[in-house]
């Protein structure tokens, strides 16, 4: 089987049917079955034929996933087969359900608002390499008989336009290589990983949105788990290994080192650098007012309600950032092309 990631929304939908059967006392290898039949799985159908063959043998549904790494870490595999052994399978399948759909959510509200701001900049990038590659040539021949001292601006207009057209096998070269250390190498591409989401992390109104939407899944997982009475660094382990991000990553880990020397929910926020301060003052006065339950769903719907702002903002953000350099950039590219015209016209 593919090992190819699947989409979270369809995972969501596959786990959820599985929980709702399974809350029922339906046997999962019946929902298996019944599930396998639709026809809108995508990506999801090899998963749900394999796990459905797998229970026709009388596998369980914790094996059937370790078969796919690709698709899912090892820390969900484990919280799983943990709910299996202790009777609380319909409580994890629960767990994963909605941790999938506030993902898919995620991903879904993230593609919406970068849409506009990466087209701008492919637009930008295609724009700058027309201009280079079949205007500036044209150019390079009239500057050529002027016989005159070009200046700096057009000097280097002229010479990135030549590393396009006549280096772009080298450039080429340099990406294959580029790419090549980063899938050979896999310590120093881990250390790499680490320090670019490090950088993501810092990107302003980016950090934000990031830290938001990672409360809101903590929040929530935690809120499941303690309910159906799951094992908590299972269920932080399965978020560690999700998050994508390996800055947040570090920061749960850091919650799940806390909460195993025997801190409190509260204190491990607080030392876990990724978490917003206001959702851990939420969770301590939960703790203290003997009301956890209620406040981790206020912290979650809170979270939720700031990430939305923070994710609008990030993409106001973008976009005059991407209209700044569309400027700055046909500014030079005009300038540097027409500053040697007019000076000849200033000199005749």
């Given at each position: 089987?593919?090992q190819?990631?699947?989409?979270?929304?369809?995972?969501?939908?596959?786990?959820?049917?599985?929980?709702?059967?399974?809350?029922?006392?339906?046997?999962?290898?019946?929902?298996?079955?019944i599930?396998?039949?639709?026809?809108?799985?995508?990506?999801?159908?090899?998963?749900?034929?394999?796990?459905?063959?797998?229970?026709?043998?009388?596998?369980?549904?914790?094996?059937?996933?370790?078969?796919?790494?690709?698709?899912f870490?090892?820390?969900?595999?484990?919280?799983?087969?943990?709910?299996?052994?202790?009777?609380?399978?319909?409580?994890?399948?629960?767990?994963?359900?909605?941790?999938?759909?506030?993902?898919?959510?995620?991903?879904?509200?993230?593609?919406?608002?970068?849409a506009?701001?990466?087209?701008?900049?492919?637009?930008?990038?295609?724009?700058?390499?027309?201009?280079?590659?079949?205007?500036?040539?044209?150019?390079?021949?009239?500057y050529?008989?002027?016989?005159?001292?070009?200046?700096?601006?057009?000097?280097?207009?002229?010479a990135?336009?030549?590393?396009?057209?006549?280096?772009?096998?080298?450039?080429?070269?340099?990406?294959?290589?580029?790419?090549?250390?980063?899938?050979?190498?896999?310590?120093r591409?881990?250390?790499?990983?680490?320090?670019?989401?490090?950088?993501?992390?810092?990107?302003?109104?980016?950090?934000?949105?990031?830290?938001?939407?990672?409360?809101?899944?903590?929040?929530?997982?935690?809120?499941?788990?303690?309910?159906?009475?799951?094992p908590?660094?299972?269920?932080?382990?399965?978020?560690?290994?999700?998050?994508?991000?390996?800055?947040?990553?570090?920061?749960?880990?850091?919650?799940?080192?806390?909460?195993?020397?025997?801190?409190?929910?509260?204190?491990?926020?607080?030392?876990?650098?990724?978490?917003?301060?206001?959702?851990?003052?939420?969770?301590?006065?939960?703790?203290?007012?003997?009301?956890?339950?209620?406040?981790?769903a206020?912290?979650?719907?809170?979270?939720?309600?700031?990430?939305?702002?923070?994710?609008?903002?990030?993409?106001?953000?973008a976009?005059?950032?991407?209209?700044?350099?569309?400027?700055?950039?046909?500014?030079?590219?005009v300038?540097?092309?027409?500053?040697?015209?007019?000076?000849?016209?200033?000199?005749?």
């Open positions: 089987m593919s190819r990631p699947i989409p979270a929304d369809l995972l969501a939908l596959v786990f959820r049917q599985l929980s709702t059967a399974a809350k029922t006392g339906f046997p999962l290898q019946d929902a298996l079955a599930v396998r039949e639709d026809g809108d799985l995508g990506q999801a159908a090899p998963l749900v034929a394999a796990m459905a063959a797998d229970a026709a043998r009388g596998e369980a549904l914790s094996a059937s996933l370790a078969r796919m790494p690709g698709s870490p090892a820390e969900t595999v484990a919280l799983l087969h943990d709910a299996e052994t202790g009777a609380k399978l319909a409580d994890a399948l629960e767990l994963l359900a909605g941790d999938y759909e506030r993902r898919a959510a995620s991903r879904t509200a993230k593609f919406a608002a970068l506009w701001p990466a087209v701008l900049f492919g637009f930008l990038f295609v724009l700058t390499l027309m201009i280079m590659i079949f205007v500036i040539p044209s150019f390079k021949q009239l050529a008989s002027f016989g005159a001292n070009l200046p700096a601006p057009t000097i280097l207009m002229i990135f336009s030549e590393l396009l057209v006549e280096g772009w096998w080298g450039l080429a070269i340099l990406c294959a290589l580029g790419v090549a250390v980063w899938r050979i190498d896999a310590r591409s881990l250390r790499l990983h680490r320090a670019l989401d490090r950088f993501v992390y810092r990107v302003p109104f980016l950090s934000d949105y990031l830290a938001r939407t990672l409360m809101s899944r903590l929040c929530a997982l935690i809120d499941h788990a303690s309910r159906g009475e799951l908590m660094p299972r269920a932080l382990a399965h978020l560690r290994a999700t998050v994508g991000n390996l800055y947040l990553a570090d920061s749960l880990r850091a919650i799940e080192d806390a909460l195993a020397a025997g801190a409190s929910l509260a204190t491990a926020l607080r030392a876990a650098p990724a978490i917003p301060r206001r959702a851990g003052l939420i969770i301590e006065l939960g703790e203290r007012s003997a009301n956890l339950g209620a406040a981790l206020q912290a979650a719907a809170l979270s939720d309600l700031e990430a939305g702002r923070a994710l609008v903002r990030f993409e106001r953000a976009l005059i950032f991407g209209y700044l350099i569309l400027g700055v950039a046909v500014g030079f590219i300038i540097a092309t027409y500053l040697p015209i007019f000076r000849m016209g200033a000199v005749i």
